[in-house]
């Protein structure tokens, strides 16, 4: 076992060569690595001898122990900080814990109260510790891209789908679909999954501060990519709200390197939440004349909200030019030019959906135009 290593802060030299003295009577548990008189020294030490304890005065001069502990507690957080003081009422012990110590002891202190406190003190706080160094070595932040249209019916739930697909055959990343068009639900129907959880169930069921209180709650859909499935019912007052999106949002942001996510067709408070959030919109249209106007609409509105055009990403989907409008047509309208064009391709789709399989799975998806394209998409949206 390693021994616990022991920050000693106090302004009084005798204090501090009592407790040296006291730990080490127990060497092969504690090393003593410094020693502070002012909570100044405190901090300029963490960073070079890196202890696992600091035992800190609450009154000492320059810096106080109050004071240090607040800024121990957010500049280096898997620091334990136990407070030493002659002070034994209550209200101390409170402003000590508030500041962010983990414990709280009276002096003068024996043998016997001081090595338990210290050992009790780090044992319970070590699982704590392991949780936050995890958490800093996956925090991946992820790049959102949401996929959104105006109208349904227009594929954007299949182009989703299988852009999530294609990114997750890079196995250096690890991909989210998040369908969060909640009234639909699409996802965990082009998946055949039909009864797996939901963001709904999640939001209801789970303590959402942290991700592997929502982990159940995902479909592991391939090695390198995850989906959490909406729950697609449109009764009234079926809804997550817009906090538990923020907290999901934020706890999944950490853990994937890029996040597709499925929004509605409605610029409601949640959807908006999700757009806003994301580093790239992809707004999916068809060609037919109704929906290149609602997309106009909506892109015009989206632009009233201020969101920059290198952000909002034209997709015209089953792309062709056998209903007497043309690529330059659409191009006279929309001036910022269309990011992607994907070919209409409707076996191939109509077999995907029905099937359940995505048709980026098979082995030669890449063939098709409808393969290529979507490579091509993804090898963009990715620059």
């Known amino acids: 076992m390693d021994k616990i290593k022991i920050l000693v802060a106090d302004d009084m ?53 109050l004071e240090a502990t607040e800024k121990i507690t957010n500049q280096y957080p898997l620091v334990i900080v136990i407070m030493m003081s002659v002070q034994a009422e209550n209200h101390y012990l409170k402003k000590a814990m508030f500041h962010g110590a983990k ?72 991909i989210l679909l998040l369908d969060m068009d909640v009234q ?11 009864n797996q959880n939901t963001t709904l169930n999640a939001a209801d069921t789970a303590k959402l501060d942290s991700y592997e209180n929502i982990e159940p709650y995902l479909y592991k859909y391939s090695e390198n990519l995850d989906m ?73 509105k989206m632009q009233l909200l201020g969101y920059d055009k290198n952000k909002v990403k034209l997709v015209i989907n089953r792309f062709t030019t056998n209903y007497g409008i043309s690529k330059k047509d659409v191009e006279k309208v929309f001036k910022d030019g269309i990011f992607a064009t994907i070919p209409e391709e409707e076996k191939t789709v109509t077999i995907s959906i029905n099937k359940g399989i995505p ?13 290529k394209a979507l490579e091509q998409m993804c090898k963009d949206l990715s620059k």
């Open 359 to 371: 048709f980026c799975e098979t082995a030669k998806y890449n063939e098709k135009k409808i393969g």
């Open 13 to 65: 030299e005798e204090t501090r060569m009592v407790i040296k003295k006291i730990l080490n009577l127990e060497d092969n548990i504690f090393e003593v690595v410094g020693e502070a008189s002012n909570g100044e020294e405190v901090l300029s030490l963490i960073p070079k001898i890196k202890p696992d304890v600091v035992l800190m005065d609450i009154n000492m001069p320059i810096l106080n122990g």
């Open 184 to 194: 639909v639900g699409s996802v965990t129907i082009l998946v055949n999954q039909y």
């Open 228 to 300: 959490f499935f909406a729950y697609g019912k449109t009764e009234e007052g079926v809804s997550t709200t817009k906090d538990n999106t923020r907290k999901i949002m934020k706890l999944l942001k950490r853990e994937y390197d890029i996040i597709i996510v499925d929004a509605g067709t409605h610029f409601n408070d949640h959807t908006l939440y999700l757009l806003d959030d994301a580093e790239k919109i992809f707004f999916v249209s068809t060609m037919d004349i109704e929906s290149l106007k609602n997309t106009k609409l909506g892109m015009r």
């Open 103 to 174: 414990e709280y002891i009276i002096k003068p202190f024996n043998y016997k109260s001081l090595t338990e406190t210290i050992k009790r003190t780090y044992e319970k706080n070590k699982e704590r510790q392991m949780q936050l160094v995890k958490s800093e070595q996956r925090d991946r932040k992820g790049k959102i891209m949401s996929f959104y249209s105006s109208k349904k019916g227009v594929g954007k739930s299949v182009l989703a789908l299988n852009t999530a697909v294609i990114l997750s055959k890079d196995k250096n990343k690890k």
